[in-house]
């Protein structure tokens, strides 16, 4: 007897259509009303993060030491007026915010958080609240209009991130530790560092058309209160009411990623640093960010960079947990992308050019204890086979019903792979020969919805 209830007891199955039954899915991902301001976010699921500064003119070199990045003002324990000296320096003649844009496109991500301003206070926009910018330097040019610009004509949203930690602004408290016999806090006023970081936000989200999201850090010192984060996000909402606001604009409620807290988060998504959550953060927004080689800021002698295959595999893993994935990239002093960074960025736009229906649009994996990866929109039901099985076959766990049609994406003769219900549910027949060097993906589509069981 295939009833539902035969169906229905073979526990971890994924169902068809019928409401009545229960939604058990362990990776419940979030699906989008048509007014939810978070659809097109979720609907990308892949971002590109830019980490670019004042710090990337040194390489992550200061003193002989070469293991620092976008820290290095404070881990290499820079005096601000040293540090500061780089401004004279700072003329990325080399950078082409067309190049950075058609590189995020091309890799299939769909939106662009590019740091504004990061913890050492420089800002690469043209504000009016501070000299301590680009607008200051050689270089005298707004990159976040030249980005905002260029992400727009090559289809990629722009988004601004934006550090609450300062180590430059007089008023911002508290000094770094290493700093107070040099940096007296002598007339420091907190609440005015508060008024600066207001006022910047403002020109960010009024001066550069519609921007995506406000990407915060720097938020878990103890000046920064969560009612300071409320009051922050309510002022980004009232400028911008569809902008999309990370976690971090206030003080974490606790560590780890308990999806309960999570909820209790002032902002829209919560962000998992250089990790993916074991089973996601279900019935939460989450977005991983993980760095490319060991670093987020550019660094001269970090060679260590993750493989196309490995990156492709954190994209699919991401989705398959109902999340997003914000890879990043850190450009040179000069403005330029790493030649590493470029040939992963194109990799991975190699393999999302076959395959970006099975990431893009997508929720989260039906199955409970699969052994492989999957993503399910609508009525069909993506599969990713990393390691081409020597059986030759997909066994989809606990499915109790044919898919109308199998096949694998990319094959462009759409030859029908052939299929059968067992026991063990239904299995699936794969051609001889993997039909992706990275990741092979089947797509097998239903009479009904895809849903979790
Ligand atoms: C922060 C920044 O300090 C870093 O420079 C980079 O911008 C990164 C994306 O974010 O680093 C963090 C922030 C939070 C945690 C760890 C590193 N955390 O909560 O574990």
């Known amino acids: 007897m295939t009833g539902r209830r035969e169906f229905i007891r073979t526990a971890g199955a994924f169902a068809l259509g ?7 899915n362990v990776f419940e991902s979030l699906s989008s009303g048509p007014d939810d301001r978070m659809a097109w976010w979720r609907d990308a699921r892949f971002g ?8 990337s003119i040194l390489a992550g070199e200061w003193n002989g030491r070469t293991d620092y990045a976008e820290w290095i003002r404070n881990n290499a324990k820079i005096p601000l007026g040293e540090y500061d000296t780089l401004t004279a320096r700072f003329n990325p003649t080399g950078f082409d915010a067309d190049r950075l844009a058609s590189l995020a496109a091309g890799a299939g ?7 504004t301003k990061h913890h050492d206070g420089f800002c690469l926009f043209d504000t009016k609240q501070t000299d301590f910018s680009a607008m200051h330097t050689p270089y005298q040019r707004d990159i976040m209009r030249m980005v905002a610009d260029a992400c727009r004509r090559h289809g990629v949203k722009p988004c601004w991130y934006h550090s609450i930690m300062d180590w430059h602004h007089p008023d911002y408290l508290p000094r770094r530790d290493w700093e107070r016999g040099i940096r007296p806090v002598n007339g420091a006023e907190f609440s005015r560092y508060v008024n600066y970081l207001h006022a910047e936000i403002e020109e960010l989200l009024t001066h550069y058309g519609d921007v995506g999201v406000l990407w915060f850090d720097g938020e878990w010192e103890n000046t920064w209160t969560r009612e300071l984060g409320i009051a922050l996000a309510d002022k980004c909402r009232s400028l911008a009411p569809h902008l999309i606001i990370n976690s971090r604009v206030a003080p974490k409620q606790s560590s780890g990623l308990n999806a309960k807290l999570a909820k209790a988060e002032i902002g829209d998504f919560s962000t998992p640093e250089q990790e993916i959550p074991d089973r996601g953060i279900p ?6 960010c993980v760095t490319m080689n060991g670093n987020w800021g550019y660094n001269r002698v970090d060679h260590n960079f993750k493989s196309v295959p490995k990156l492709v595999g954190m994209l699919i893993e991401t989705a398959s947990k109902g999340g997003n994935l914000l890879l990043n990239v850190g450009p040179t002093g000069e403005g330029l992308v ?5 040939d992963r960025l194109e990799g991975i736009g190699r393999w999302m050019a076959v395959h970006a229906e099975a990431i893009r649009g997508t929720s989260a994996s039906p199955f409970a204890n699969a052994t492989f990866r999957a993503t399910r929109k609508g009525n069909t039901l993506y599969t990713f086979v990393p390691e081409w099985p020597a059986a030759r076959e997909v066994i989809l766990p606990g499915v109790r019903s044919l898919p109308r049609r199998a096949w694998m994406l990319g094959d462009s003769a759409g030859h029908p792979r052939a299929v059968r219900q067992s026991d ?3 299995v699936v027949s794969l051609p001889d020969a993997p039909s992706d060097p990275v990741c092979p993906v089947l797509a097998c589509e239903f009479s009904a919805p895809v849903r979790g069981a």
């Open 18 to 24: 019928a409401s009545a039954l229960p939604r058990l």
């Open 48 to 55: 590109m993060f830019v980490h670019w500064g004042l710090y």
């Open 109 to 115: 991500a769909k939106y662009l958080v590019i740091t």
């Open 283 to 288: 019935g939460v927004d989450w977005e991983s």
């Open 338 to 342: 790493p030649p590493e960074s470029v």
């Open 424 to 426: 063990a549910g239904v």
